[in-house]
């Protein structure tokens, strides 16, 4: 099936996203979102796949330099995307730690007060 | 709303979004094709200027700008994750006399493995622009790397070894050098983050102009980064002690009234 690695990126996101909706842990919804984000990874790096290519990376003194290479513009916006995500994940899991002293719970159910 | 509700909503979504996104998969080229516009348009800049490795051409000097946004979010989110898990007037730091000892195996590992991570960490920093790496990567194996002083030894020595104050010092400097390297490029060259250094010889450790100096500064800053923030947590998990346990605290002095 040639469409596999786009249907394996939308799973992840799915699968993120419905585990996101279920967590009874804030912490576990926060791994959740990093599942969902690794979809995107995927997503990305299939799009800029070729079968038979090779990595981009270019060893010898280039006279004439293949084009018969992997994308490596979506290997960049993977790095970026990476990069997003550990930030996104370490500040998250911050405020988690945060709600657990102020309210002693990381259950997303029992954090349904609003407080002015 | 109950969880029922929410999964039922959730459903719902899921459906839809599931059957537009098969429908748009299914009309995408197919994958593992040959047609890649970007990297024939992105391959043959990069060897223009010297830069062995295209992704990190791309990165810090096609899209330095983009890597310039990346890196200030790196540095924004330090910042946050300092101020939010900063101590509260009412906790206390604390520290346990003894911490018991790890095994030995375990510090042997660690004792063997420290200089290796280090070097590792230096080698992919360093060759960022020449094999895969860089310094975001280098950077996160250097921060890292030092945590093995806690594995394999004790909080203490970790805090001996790695004070926190010098690393916050220098992961502005990176990313204030990465912004003064850029600027270089606006005096010196055409634009921002313009690639003005000469490229040299392909494939050589002094190649690539600008990209290696922004590996390096990058790699200062993100190592300096994943340790303030991951010292941060370890303040949380180890030193800081909350002075009683409140229950449902309104944080501010004035007790506004609940909404519910």
Same mark, same amino acid.
């Given at each position: 099936?040639?469409?596999?690695?786009?249907?394996?990126?939308?799973?992840?996101?799915?699968?993120?996203?419905?585990?996101?909706?279920?967590?009874?842990?804030?912490?576990?919804?926060?791994?959740?979102?990093?599942?969902?984000?690794?979809?995107?990874?995927?997503?990305?790096?299939?799009?800029?796949?070729?079968?038979?290519?090779?990595?981009?990376?270019?060893?010898?003194?280039?006279?004439?330099?293949?084009?018969?290479?992997?994308?490596?513009?979506?290997?960049?916006?993977?790095?970026?995307?990476?990069?997003?995500?550990?930030?996104?994940?370490?500040?998250?899991?911050?405020?988690?730690?945060?709600?657990?002293?102020?309210?002693?719970?990381?259950?997303?159910?029992?954090?349904?007060?609003?407080?002015? | 709303?109950?969880?029922?509700?929410?999964?039922?909503?959730?459903?719902?979504?899921?459906?839809?979004?599931?059957?537009?996104?098969?429908?748009?998969?299914?009309?995408?080229?197919?994958?593992?094709?040959?047609?890649?516009?970007?990297?024939?348009?992105?391959?043959?800049?990069?060897?223009?200027?010297?830069?062995? %490795?295209?992704?990190?051409? $791309?990165?810090?000097?096609?899209?330095?700008?983009?890597?310039?946004?990346?890196?200030?979010?790196?540095?924004?989110?330090?910042?946050?994750?300092?101020?939010?898990?900063?101590?509260?007037?009412?906790?206390?730091?604390?520290?346990?006399?003894?911490?018991?000892?790890?095994?030995?195996?375990?510090?042997?590992?660690?004792?063997?493995?420290?200089?290796?991570?280090?070097?590792?960490?230096?080698?992919?920093?360093?060759?960022?622009?020449?094999?895969?790496?860089?310094?975001? #990567?280098?950077?996160?194996?250097?921060?890292?790397? $030092?945590?093995?002083?806690?594995?394999?030894?004790?909080?203490?020595?970790?805090?001996?070894?790695?004070?926190?104050?010098?690393?916050?010092?220098?992961?502005?400097?990176?990313?204030?050098?990465?912004?003064?390297?850029?600027?270089?490029?606006?005096?010196?060259?055409?634009?921002?983050?313009? %690639?003005?250094?000469?490229?040299?010889?392909?494939?050589?450790?002094?190649?690539?102009?600008?990209?290696?100096?922004?590996?390096?500064?990058?790699?200062?800053?993100?190592?300096?980064?994943?340790?303030?923030?991951?010292?941060?947590?370890?303040? #949380?998990?180890?030193?800081?002690?909350?002075?009683?346990?409140?229950?449902?605290?309104?944080?501010?002095?004035?007790?506004?009234?609940?909404?519910?």
């Amino acid at each position: 099936m040639s469409h596999y690695a786009y249907f394996v990126a939308g799973w992840l996101i799915v699968i993120g996203a419905l585990g996101i909706v279920r967590s009874r842990n804030l912490v576990q919804a926060i791994v959740c979102l990093a599942v969902a984000q690794s979809g995107t990874y995927v997503l990305l790096l299939s799009v800029g796949y070729q079968w038979g290519a090779a990595p981009p990376l270019f060893s010898e003194p280039a006279t004439k330099p293949t084009l018969h290479v992997v994308d490596p513009l979506v290997q960049a916006m993977t790095l970026t995307d990476i990069v997003v995500s550990a930030t996104v994940t370490s500040m998250l899991l911050a405020i988690a730690i945060q709600i657990h002293k102020r309210t002693g719970s990381i259950d997303p159910d029992e954090l349904d007060a609003l407080r002015g | 709303m109950t969880r029922t509700v929410r999964l039922v909503v959730f459903g719902a979504g899921a459906a839809v979004v599931g059957i537009l996104g098969v429908l748009a998969i299914l009309v995408l080229p197919a994958f593992g094709g040959p047609a890649h516009a970007y990297r024939d348009a992105a391959v043959p800049a990069a060897v223009a200027h010297g830069t062995s %490795n295209a992704v990190s051409s $791309i990165n810090f000097d096609l899209r330095g700008l983009d890597t310039f946004g990346e890196e200030t979010i790196f540095l924004t989110s330090v910042v946050v994750i300092a101020v939010v898990l900063r101590s509260a007037s009412d906790e206390t730091e604390q520290r346990k006399k003894s911490a018991g000892r790890p095994l030995d195996s375990t510090v042997f590992g660690g004792l063997l493995f420290f200089p290796i991570i280090l070097i590792v960490g230096l080698d992919v920093v360093t060759h960022g622009h020449l094999t895969p790496g860089g310094g975001f #990567q280098g950077g996160v194996i250097l921060g890292t790397g $030092i945590h093995l002083l806690y594995v394999a030894g004790t909080y203490r020595l970790l805090e001996r070894v790695r004070p926190v104050r010098p690393f916050e010092w220098s992961e502005a400097i990176g990313a204030g050098a990465f912004a003064c390297l850029g600027i270089s490029g606006l005096l010196l060259g055409a634009s921002f983050l313009a %690639n003005v250094i000469p490229v040299g010889s392909f494939g050589t450790l002094f190649s690539a102009g600008t990209v290696p100096l922004l590996n390096g500064v990058v790699g200062v800053e993100v190592a300096s980064g994943v340790v303030v923030l991951l010292s941060k947590f370890f303040e #949380q998990a180890i030193t800081v002690r909350p002075a009683h346990r409140r229950a449902a605290k309104t944080d501010d002095k004035s007790s506004s009234p609940r909404e519910r």
